[in-house]
């Protein structure tokens, strides 16, 4: 590891590695203020010694987590903005792009919250699937605005992370039937908006979430309940626009069925996905802190926010 990346750098990146700090928008904010105690604390006395310290701690977090989209998006919105000639402005370029980035992301999920429930009507039946936060504060700024919203909540196996949801929705005094995810077509025909979160958004509009969402989606068009997805942008997958696919996690077999009871059936393989793919076509509005947007404009906010997804600001030149 480069002898000029900050001690804490150096904790922060261990604390990723090990997932002390965990969930998209955690990861981001420690890898914004790591970024910013390096510029604060360097005595680089030259603009290019100061911008390869940056890189070397970059690249120090870059590589706990390679596959999270939050933290590639963190560094490249910070590095992005070192353009002063100057060791002095280089820090406080940086400085002021963290300080920026955190305090977007810490309004992030209450300002979609607000676009969520602008698209929520009072008396609304939501589907929802998996547990999301993005998908709690639409339904909760509803809830605040005076709006009585009900929810059929898909248990979703097999971690059954419905029940996250069933509980906070209950908790929030929204009424709330609980389904297996198989009943889900006998349901849509009640329902006026399925809400889904993402784990990631693909340049397309593409999104990549719990498996079982592109099955719902579909199920959803056919009868012609809208699908909203809501997903911050720190969601959103620069590497996408140059043609990188995301890796769709495999999971442990047990949490389907454990090794004896899978024995006494015959020993079937098993698989265990833990995401899917809804096509754009299948998605209505795809809400985040920045506004809605139709699945094939998010190109253009994905391009603003994190440039072309070629750039690779930690790389060394």
Not at 214 to 242: E, F, W, Y
Not at 282 to 304: C, H, K, N, W
Request: charged fraction near 30%; proline fraction near 5%; aromatic fraction near 2%.
């Amino acid at each position: 590891m480069d002898e000029h990346v900050h001690p804490e750098v150096r904790r922060i990146a261990a604390d990723i590695d090990t997932m002390e700090v965990r969930g998209a928008a955690t990861i981001a904010d420690a890898v914004a203020r790591a970024l910013r105690t390096q510029a604060e604390e360097s005595d680089a006395d030259d603009p290019e010694a100061f911008r390869a310290e940056l890189r070397a701690a970059a690249r120090t977090l870059h590589g706990t987590r390679p596959t999270a989209v939050s933290l590639p998006n963190a560094l490249r919105y910070v590095l992005r903005g070192m353009s002063s000639p100057t060791v002095e402005g280089l820090r406080q370029d940086i400085v002021q792009s963290a300080d920026d980035f955190c305090q977007r992301l810490d309004r992030a999920q209450a300002d979609l919250g607000r676009v969520g429930a602008n698209r929520l009507r009072d008396g609304d039946v939501i589907m929802t699937h998996c547990h999301s936060t993005d998908v709690l504060a639409c339904v909760e700024a509803a809830v605040e605005q005076g709006k009585h919203i009900e929810a059929i909540v898909k248990e979703t196996r097999p971690r059954n992370q419905g029940h996250i949801t069933a509980e906070e929705l209950a908790d929030m005094g929204v009424p709330v039937t609980l389904i297996v995810d198989s009943a889900a077509r006998r349901y849509l025909n009640d329902v006026n908006h399925v809400l889904v979160g993402a784990d990631a958004v693909a340049a397309d509009g593409s999104v990549i979430n719990k498996i079982g969402t592109s099955g719902l989606a579909v199920n959803a068009r056919d009868r012609g309940a809208p699908i909203m997805v809501a997903s911050q942008t720190l969601k959103l997958h620069p590497g996408t626009l140059t043609g990188h696919t995301v890796d769709i996690e495999m999971r442990d077999t047990e949490e389907i069925i454990d090794e004896k009871r899978r024995e006494e059936i015959g020993s079937p393989k098993v698989v265990n996905p833990a995401f899917d793919v809804t096509p754009p076509r299948y998605v209505d509005a795809i809400v985040t802190e920045r506004g809605q947007f139709p699945p094939e404009s998010i190109v253009t906010l994905m391009r603003e926010l994190f440039g072309e997804g070629t750039e690779e600001p930690w790389a060394e030149p």
